[in-house]
Antibody, heavy 114, light 107 residues
């Protein structure tokens, strides 16, 4: 069974940092590109970042460029999102999704507030 | 950035009726458009890929059509479990973008 499990969210002050993780199982993680998508409370979906299977290609939404860094460790079947310089508008549930977009995690909530 | 506009924002439909949802792109996305269903408190679920291909396990009552800038998701006969929010997504250009969503509610 394919599983994606996010972790690392929490309450952080404006300007703070977090490292989000996504643990993958049940599929050949190293052969799939991956994405992060977020959803602010009561709002729609926003794509955040993409990483190819070999990490050779990376893209970011303009809203997070320069502040967020996506990475992966294929040996550990894990995807990461380092989120720095957090703002109130970054408050959201962050989902990881497989490159085929069929598999999604349950999400991890990041709350940016003083 | 390609903007996706979904309409209507809310669709009130009775169970058993047909629902037609629209997604319009600000420029052509060819057929690189997907549809998702999201229920409260859950992650999105992929319904339709490449404008008209049902994802694995998706019932035949869901169908997608369109190309270029105008797309439609049709639910032929609404089941109780279909009342949810639906999003379109374009994968033609970076950054990837989602539409604002259509909420399908019970009439």
């Amino acid at each position: 069974e394919v599983q994606l499990v996010e972790s690392g969210g929490g309450l952080v002050q404006p300007g703070g940092s977090l490292r989000l993780s996504c643990a993958a199982s049940g599929f050949s993680f190293s052969t799939y590109s991956m994405n992060w998508v977020r959803q602010a409370p009561g709002k729609g979906l926003e794509w955040v970042s993409y990483i190819s299977s070999s990490s050779s290609t990376i893209y970011y939404a303009d809203s997070v460029k320069g502040r967020f860094t996506i990475s992966r460790d294929n040996a550990k079947n894990s995807l990461y999102l380092q989120v720095n310089s957090l703002r109130a508008e970054d408050t959201a549930v962050y989902y990881c999704a497989s490159g085929g977009w069929i598999s999604w995690g349950q999400g991890t909530l990041v709350t940016v507030s003083s | 950035e390609i903007v996706l506009t979904q309409s209507p924002a809310t669709l009130s439909v009775s169970p058993g009726e047909r629902a037609t949802l629209s997604c319009r792109a600000s420029q052509s996305v060819s057929s690189y458009l997907a549809w998702y269903q999201q229920k409260r408190g859950q992650a999105p679920r992929l319904l339709i890929d490449d404008a008209s291909n049902r994802a694995t396990g998706i019932p035949a009552r869901f169908s997608g059509s369109g190309s270029g800038t105008d797309f439609t998701l049709t639910i032929s006969s609404l089941e109780p479990e279909d009342f949810a929010v639906y999003y379109c997504q374009q994968r033609s250009n970076w950054p990837l973008t989602f539409g604002g969503g259509t909420k399908v509610e019970v009439k």
